[in-house]
């Protein structure tokens, strides 16, 4: 079978769209058309290379990109007993086991048996289903979702209801889930707290929702790009501001000078810099969680120790928002059904051929979320 997906040749090279061949599901996989996937920065941490180790280039590229996605089973392989032809489903970039240690205590999303997520081949078995001019494709978080099919575990996916818009659905398989969890799970935020969101992209836009239907009294919402600071706004921040320097008098003023309860870090690129001057806004026994991602490799961190200690702050990340990947789609799916969660307004949509504006679009912050349609939906 034939399809059209975005492919990076090798790092720092352009997505470029090309005729890939791909496989029939073999035993624990399905065959998903995607009609929606998220633009998220995790891509673009691969794309460029600042995230690819040395000894892996060669494994990792070429590369079929994309992790969050929304689509419709297409065929189902032999011994899939979750999914048939027809349902509609979401990507989770963190598959279940559902039988160790971090699945059995609610901690999917720490599942222990994704030790082959940076190799070629399929989650099930190892085997190649995709190639591009006869090439073996490496598969983004073994799922490709910037193409109109690809072939993927059973347990890469989430069954979700026939009702849900595709686009707005493609964005809790990772961003929203992430930045909301961000907020309201590894960050704890209680009614009363002041809460500072630093990046205001998918992740921190999610949060902001997150950290307000949690009921914090005041979100500051910190960002250098203008629309995503006004759209924070609509999405329930207090206050808002260009840069962490800009949010302290706020905050001081906001909380007698004792700093917000959380901070959540949510920037495309988190630099050592972005940490401590995040930890300088986080007050007495709060915490300071830490979503974003940064280059590979060792990043120090200018830290004050003995405030650190004396203060008895927290710095936690934070991985899919710390929810159980198979359950939070569908409650976060009825938030948004209910109106309680803003996903529609986040959300600018691109053609994939047109994946290259999208992503200038995301990086210069003149857009939210970018969600790729796909030609054959």
């Not at 090798?10 to 029939?24: C, L, N, S, Y």
């Not at 180790?53 to 297409?74: D, I, K, Q, R, Y």
């Not at 065929?75 to 032809?85: C, I, K, N």
């Not at 190892?126 to 979702?145: D, F, I, S």
Request: net charge negative.
């Amino acid at each position: 079978m034939k399809t059209l997906g975005a492919i990076a040749w090798r790092p720092g090279a352009e997505w470029t769209i090309e005729e890939i061949e791909i496989g029939d599901p073999g035993a624990g996989e399905v065959l998903v058309e995607w009609g929606a996937a998220g633009l998220c920065h995790s891509d673009e941490h691969f794309r460029s290379g600042d995230r690819v180790p040395p000894s892996l280039e060669a494994e990792l590229f070429p590369m079929l990109g994309g992790h969050e996605g929304a689509g419709t089973v297409v065929a189902a392989g032999p011994g899939v007993s979750t999914l048939e032809a027809g349902d509609r489903v979401v990507a989770s970039f963190a598959p279940t086991c559902g039988r160790c240690r971090y699945c059995a205590s609610g901690r999917g999303n720490l599942c222990g048996a994704n030790k082959d997520f940076m190799v070629r081949g399929q989650l099930a078995d190892g085997t190649v289903k995709h190639r591009v001019n006869g090439k073996p494709l490496y598969v983004m978080a073994k799922l490709g979702t910037f193409a109109e099919r690809s072939v993927v575990s059973e347990r890469s996916v989430v069954k979700i209801g026939p009702g849900v818009p595709l686009q707005a659905a493609c964005l809790v398989s990772c961003g929203v889930a992430t930045g909301f969890g961000s907020a309201t799970e590894r960050a704890g935020t209680r009614p009363g707290d002041v809460v500072a969101v630093v990046g205001l992209g998918g992740l921190g836009a999610a949060a902001v929702q997150g950290a307000r239907l949690a009921g914090a009294r005041a979100i500051v919402a910190i960002d250098p790009f203008e629309l995503r600071r006004s759209m924070a706004l609509t999405f329930g921040a207090t206050h808002s501001v260009a840069a962490i320097c800009e949010a302290v008098p706020v905050i001081a003023h906001l909380t007698d000078g004792q700093g917000a309860d959380r901070v959540i870090l949510t920037p495309s690129v988190v630099t050592g810099e972005i940490i401590r001057d995040g930890l300088a806004i986080t007050g007495k026994g709060a915490v300071c969680v830490v979503t974003g991602m940064g280059p590979l490799g060792e990043s120090p961190v200018p830290l004050d120790i003995g405030a650190f200690a004396l203060y008895a702050k927290e710095l936690r990340g934070c991985l899919y928002g710390s929810y159980d990947p198979r359950l939070a789609p569908a409650y976060l799916l009825s938030l948004y059904a209910s109106g309680l969660l803003d996903i529609d307004a986040m959300i600018t949509t691109y053609a994939l051929p047109d994946i290259a504006r999208a992503l200038d679009d995301s990086l210069h912050g003149r857009n939210v979320r970018a969600v790729l349609t796909m030609p054959a939906s």
